[in-house]
């Protein structure tokens, strides 16, 4: 079953920036298509932003121009790259293929001044 690792996450300043990192443990990541989600507390897990097998990147209104999402599929890996962070990005962010059951431990974003 494979597992995917987050990381990157951390307390920043508001304006400040963050590159997340998504590695997987299989070399699944070029077969689908990749979202970053988020989930605060007591809230269903929202997706962010997706990138498709073809590189075509898709984002919820909220991070567009703010956000980028890439991957690397030779490292099995798929990068969020967070930029001009506000407090209401704040949440832990998780990563997922399109239609994965399983999820990782995800990454605390915390933006604060």
């Known amino acids: 079953q494979v597992q995917f690792v987050e990381s990157g996450g951390g307390l920043v300043q508001p304006g400040g920036s963050l590159r997340l990192s998504c590695v997987a443990s299989k070399s699944i990541f070029k077969f689908y298509a990749v979202g970053w989600y988020r989930q605060a507390p007591g809230k269903q897990r929202e997706l962010v932003a997706g990138i498709s097998t073809g590189f075509s990147t898709n984002y919820v209104d909220s991070v567009k121009g703010r956000f980028t999402i890439s991957r690397d599929n030779a490292k099995n890996t798929v990068y969020l790259q967070m930029n001009s962070l506000k407090a209401e990005d704040a949440d832990v962010y998780y990563c997922?293929?399109?239609?994965?059951?399983?999820w990782g431990q995800g990454t605390q974003v915390t933006v604060s001044s």
């Open positions: 997922n293929i399109q239609g994965g059951s399983t």
